[in-house]
């Protein structure tokens, strides 16, 4: 084997640029449902919507650490508390009403 063969065989180092410009290439996009948890806090579950909010912003503090896959898993748990909160606001306020028209004075 001649000595060229041998080189083009080695594996080199990248260069701390190329590295960096993998890194960011890399990056997943961002989906950590910032506005839709902030609209369910129109809801009137309390609690839930509070904690989506809470899971929403901690996705977008793990994206910016590098942790994606934390990012990810935290943003689909806010996606999905936010959608219960939906839900749910909406069950309580049929059930306001329907209480509310239902009734009669005496």
């Given at each position: 084997?001649?000595?060229?063969?041998?080189?083009?065989?080695?594996?080199?180092?990248?260069?701390?640029?190329?590295?960096?410009?993998?890194?960011?290439?890399?990056?997943?996009?961002?989906?950590?449902?910032?506005?839709?948890?902030?609209?369910?806090?129109?809801?009137?579950?309390?609690?839930?919507?509070?904690?989506?909010?809470v899971f929403s912003v901690l996705s977008q503090n793990s994206h910016a650490e590098g942790d994606y896959e934390g990012s990810r898993r935290l943003g689909r748990k806010a996606?999905?508390?936010?959608?219960?909160?939906?839900?749910?606001?909406?069950?309580?306020?049929?059930?306001?009403?329907?209480?509310?028209?239902?009734?009669?004075?005496?």
């Amino acid at each position: 084997m001649s000595l060229g063969a041998a080189e083009r065989n080695v594996k080199r180092p990248l260069d701390e640029n190329q590295c960096r410009r993998d890194e960011a290439e890399e990056a997943p996009p961002l989906r950590n449902y910032l506005a839709f948890t902030i609209f369910t806090c129109f809801c009137p579950a309390y609690p839930i919507n509070i904690v989506a909010l809470v899971f929403s912003v901690l996705s977008q503090n793990s994206h910016a650490e590098g942790d994606y896959e934390g990012s990810r898993r935290l943003g689909r748990k806010a996606l999905h508390l936010g959608i219960a909160s939906i839900v749910i606001g909406l069950l309580l306020i049929a059930v306001y009403c329907i209480v509310h028209f239902t009734t009669y004075d005496i």
